[in-house]
């Protein structure tokens, strides 16, 4: 079946430092990839998203590309904030109710 | 963006109670609906998918007659654990699908459950 693997975390970063969660996905064909936020008490919110292969997913500084060759969808920014530091889930739709297969989250702090 | 309200976001109940939990659509029509649980430091568990109109789909190990899912209009579904239990306290977390939304989904804030 499908299936999202994203980095383990905890991941701990400096304020501006760069930063990169990877997430690799098997699927049949080529659904639509997704990165969610989750601030600590609080629930998802779509941060980006890329519909087709090649396609470029951005918001708020984070960017993420989707690569087909290599079934990955890695969420990417230059400078992360204190403000950044929660739990990001890479997520694909999937089954006949298309409803979405997470990755087992991945905590970021950023230290100021 | 498409927004979606849970109410409420917490909620203290004593054991053998029930429980409603609301899931709405402010600016759009949800045609699916979907309801999450999330234990501690863990991934999203899905629970059940409701389509308006239509019986509830629910997950391998998922009680039908412990978490009823009413999904009675385009833009409303409501959660309902029945006899609660100290095991149940969890957080919910609900999420809404268009089909004009190109099968994203957008989640409701989550609501807090606490069985004494």
């Known amino acids: 079946g499908d299936s999202v693997t994203q980095m383990e975390g905890p991941v701990t970063l400096s304020e501006e430092a760069f930063l990169t969660i990877n997430c690799t996905y098997t699927a049949t064909g080529y659904p639509s990839l997704f990165w969610y936020v989750q601030y600590p008490g609080e629930g998802l919110q779509l941060l980006l998203k890329?519909?087709?292969?090649?396609d470029k997913g951005s918001n708020k500084g984070f960017e993420a590309t989707y690569r087909k060759e290599t079934t990955s969808f890695h969420l990417e920014k230059g400078s992360v904030q204190v403000s950044d530091s929660a739990v990001y889930f890479c997520?694909?739709?999937?089954?006949?109710?298309?409803?979405?297969?997470f990755g087992s989250g991945t905590q970021l702090t950023v230290l100021p | 963006g498409a927004v979606v309200s849970q109410h409420p976001s917490r909620v203290i109940c004593k054991s053998g109670t029930s429980v409603k939990i609301e899931c709405r659509s402010l600016?759009?029509?949800?045609?699916?609906m979907f309801w999450y649980r999330q234990f501690p430091k863990q991934s999203l568990m899905l629970m059940a998918t409701?389509?308006?109109?239509?019986?509830?789909?629910?997950e391998q190990g998922v009680e039908k007659d412990k978490f009823l899912i009413n999904h009675a209009s385009l833009t409303l579904s409501t959660l309902t654990v029945t006899s609660a239990h100290p095991e149940d306290s969890s957080f919910y977390i609900c999420?809404?699908?268009?089909?004009?939304?190109?099968?994203?989904?957008?989640f409701g804030p989550g609501t807090r459950l606490l069985v004494l």
């Open positions: 999420s809404a699908r268009s089909v004009g939304l190109q099968e994203t989904q957008y």
């Open positions: 890329a519909t087709k292969a090649d």
């Open positions: 997520a694909l739709p999937s089954g006949s109710a298309r409803q979405l297969t």
């Open positions: 409701s389509n308006e109109g239509s019986k509830a789909t629910y």
């Open positions: 600016d759009f029509q949800a045609t699916t």
